[in-house]
């Protein structure tokens, strides 16, 4: 039922009525969501108990029985117009406060994604690689969230936050970062601790959790053989899981200072001969039905420079 632009304050009715009686009205009524405001009183002949509660089950507010005084009813009115008046201005308090939550929220946002950018760039500086691994590494982890079924929001906090994995990097020395060949057995180790690095940066920053996450955990394996905690399966946490497989397959299927691109094939069985071992095996299975997409990222976000030592290295240590 549509009142075209009436929009009153209140409808009385009584429940015999020609064509349709009073509940259905008000059930046809308050279908509606922008009349189901209005107050609806229902004027019957009787006290009956399964009309009332038939009454207040399709929306009726009120009820005034046959026969009944001048000042009852307009008691009753005045009522329910204070009681709507009421709801009326909780509404419109509750929409300021909403507004007033999504304007904080977008302003915290910008400022989150400009905390991003600042980090990411501190590490370019810092580091030799190009920023296309970061953008790769992003969007490798998005496509493979979304493959293995995760929410869209999730989706989206693991593209942001994705590129700032390495972040930790930014707290190593030059001579280890910078080195252009491969690391020793004590350099490597110093290597590692840009998890726990990145992972204090980021909580002292008061960046999201998720990134916190990736940070500190995309180097940890799904059989424990990872670092900083040697977490397994699933006490790693998704976002982690999903960027630590990202982050492998770029630094096997890029060119490095001391080695050629892997073929794409090639990474791919590479991949696939890790689940379980280094990678979540629900996301090796995610990963083999989009592998595709991945070399669409691949040649989209193309190399023009040397990528870390330390990815490098983990992938070509991985057995």
Not at 90 to 115: A, G, I, W
Not at 147 to 163: K, N, P, Q, V
Not at 169 to 188: A, C, Q, R, W, Y
Not at 231 to 254: C, K, Q, S, W
């Amino acid at each position: 039922m549509v009142l075209g632009k009436l929009m009153p304050d209140l409808i009385i009715s009584e429940v015999d009525i020609p064509e349709v009686n009073g509940f259905d009205l008000c059930r046809l009524i308050k279908k509606e969501a922008e009349y189901r405001v209005i107050p609806f009183l229902l004027v019957t002949s009787f006290y009956n108990l399964e009309h009332k509660v038939k009454g207040f089950h399709v929306g009726v507010d009120d009820f005034l029985y046959y026969p009944f005084h001048e000042l009852e009813l307009r008691a009753r009115v005045s009522s329910l117009l204070r009681i709507k008046h009421f709801y009326a201005r909780l509404q419109s308090e509750k929409q300021h406060l909403d507004d007033l939550v999504r304007r904080r929220t977008q302003e915290l946002y910008q400022l989150n994604l400009s905390l991003i950018t600042a980090l990411e760039g501190a590490n370019r500086l810092k580091d030799l690689s190009t920023g296309n691994h970061v953008r790769r590494v992003s969007e490798y982890a998005a496509v493979l969230a979304e493959a293995c079924g995760l929410d869209h929001f999730s989706i989206s906090l693991i593209r942001t936050y994705a590129s700032l994995h390495d972040v930790g990097k930014i707290g190593l020395p030059d001579h280890i970062l910078k080195k252009t060949g491969k690391l020793t057995t004590e350099e490597f180790e110093e290597m590692k601790r840009h998890t726990t690095f990145g992972y204090d940066l980021l909580k002292q920053a008061g960046v999201s959790e998720v990134a916190q996450n990736i940070a500190l955990c995309h180097h940890e394996r799904w059989d424990g053989q990872g670092y900083p905690q040697g977490l397994t399966g699933n006490d790693i946490p998704i976002e982690a899981r999903v960027v630590a497989l990202a982050d492998v397959y770029d630094a096997l299927t890029t060119k490095r200072s001391y080695k050629e691109a892997m073929p794409l094939k090639e990474a791919r069985e590479r991949i696939l001969f890790l689940s379980g071992r280094h990678f979540d095996p629900s996301l090796t299975d995610a990963f083999a039905s989009v592998a595709d997409r991945f070399d669409d990222v691949a040649q989209h976000f193309g190399d023009v420079e040397a990528e870390e030592n330390e990815a490098a290295a983990e992938a070509s240590n991985a057995s």
